[in-house]
């Protein structure tokens, strides 16, 4: 069955940067379109990045020249780079893998950017 297991969560002060990590096993996974959403208390999940197979990736607007999104296909894992965090970018971090026409998800990471 798909896995997806995230790590690389934390607490970071404003300004700062985190790298999210996103294990994937039970798939073909270089062919899969793989993604990071987000979730703040009281708010709906909502897209970060994605990428395709193909390594074409697409932002949040609210993320974007900030947050970078990439993909390695030996490894099995997809990757969230996330500079000058924002006390605003504080969620739990969901990665997401589209396989055969279903979505599967990740347990989550808790990011908090706080002084």
């Known amino acids: 069955q798909v896995q997806l297991v995230e790590s690389g969560g934390g607490l970071v002060q404003p300004g700062g940067s985190l790298r999210l990590s996103c294990a994937a096993s039970g798939m073909i996974f270089s062919i899969s379109p793989m993604g990071w959403y987000r979730q703040a208390p009281g708010k709906q999940r909502e897209l970060v990045a994605i990428?395709?197979?193909?390594?074409?990736?697409n932002y949040a607007g609210s993320v974007k020249g900030r947050f970078t999104i990439s993909r390695d296909n030996a490894k099995n894992t997809v990757y969230l780079q996330m500079n000058s965090l924002k006390p605003e970018d504080t969620a739990v971090y969901y990665c997401n893998a589209k396989v055969a026409l279903r979505y599967y998800w990740g347990q989550g990471t808790q990011v908090t950017v706080s002084s």
């Open positions: 990428i395709t197979s193909g390594g074409s990736t």
